[in-house]
């Protein structure tokens, strides 16, 4: 009787342990496909506005600086050659601390749900602050940015980077943003702490 009920519940881990399994592979597969589309759909509108004329910051560009926020950034001669210059970026919007009227913000080359509510490594995260006595609400669409970066250099930082003096429009030249509702689980964990920089999620060389 013994030996049954013992061979019984091991058939039953193993059960759960293979549904486990998909469901683990389910929710990467799901990440990986939202991540591709997202992606696409901030390339295209990267695109779009080159082909208009405007210059486009890529995030390739960011993607090469190496370092913590507790040692400092090293960045690369060509982000450099940006720092204090006036720029436009495309990406997807997150909050800190707040979901409405937000004078302070995050831009992220991927939504947060991408990174599957861990971190995204230090060199995905541009700082945003509007223009003084300008405010914005949090938007589904990825978004154009429009201000003056700053390479922040040295230790104990908060961002490697900044965009001050901010405005925003929709990417895609005309389209209508629609305003988001994120839940708390989703906000990006404060990162004033040392963060040493993943490996994130694999995107195209012209990302």
Known sequence: ???????????????VVILALVVFVNANFSR?????RKEIERQAAENERQESGMEILKWHH???????LRKGATFTDE???????QVNLVGFMVPEN??????EFMLLP???????????PVRDVMGIQMEEGTST??????????????????PKQKYFYTIEHAALVAAKDGERLQRRYIKPEHMLPKHTKEVVLEEGIELSSDS
């Open 1 to 15: 009787m013994r030996q049954r009920v013992k061979r019984d519940l091991t058939a039953l881990v193993g059960v």
């Open 32 to 36: 990986g496909a939202l991540a591709k």
């Open 62 to 68: 960011m993607r090469k600086t190496k370092g913590s």
């Open 79 to 85: 982000l450099k050659k940006w720092n204090n210059k």
């Open 98 to 103: 707040t979901f409405r009227e937000m004078t």
């Open 110 to 120: 991927l939504p947060i749900e991408c990174y599957f509510c861990k971190r995204p």
């Open 137 to 154: 609400e949090i938007y589904e669409q990825p978004v154009l940015i429009n201000g003056v970066m700053r390479l922040h250099e040295g």
